[in-house]
């Protein structure tokens, strides 16, 4: 079982960064890939980037390639998303989550611990 809470979510104007935690616990951390997605008001939920329980591989959404960048400390089981260049359509609750595997999938539902997510505002 993990059980995954996220924080480092804000408000910012367009531009600016934020670093979004997600803690995890359990003893077996590592064997989990993890995973960030977000929902915006009235949207569905939508991938945006996931990492390999190593940490060795990433993935990103076309969305968010080249400013957002996962990372993750298996030591303090945590996961990492900061968030560069923000943009107002960045705007939603950003949640963590992890697969039951080491490896990185961009389908919802292989991922079966969601954290309560952390809300990402961004102005114009």
């Known amino acids: 079982q993990v059980q995954l809470v996220e924080s480092g979510g804000g408000f910012v104007q367009a531009g600016g960064s934020l670093r979004l935690s997600c803690a995890a616990s359990g003893r077996t951390f590592s064997n989990y890939a993890m995973g960030w997605f977000r929902q915006a008001p009235g949207k569905e939920r939508e991938f945006v980037s996931g990492i390999s329980g190593s940490g060795g591989s990433t993935y990103y959404a076309d969305s968010v390639k080249g400013r957002f960048t996962i990372s993750r400390d298996n030591a303090k089981n945590t996961v990492y998303l900061q968030v560069n260049s923000l943009k107002p359509e960045d705007t939603a609750v950003y949640f963590c989550?992890?697969?039951?595997?080491?490896?990185?999938?961009?389908?919802?539902?292989?991922?079966?611990?969601w954290g309560q997510g952390t809300q990402v505002t961004v102005s114009s």
């Open positions: 989550a992890a697969k039951a595997g080491r490896y990185i999938s961009t389908e919802q539902n292989l991922y079966n611990y």
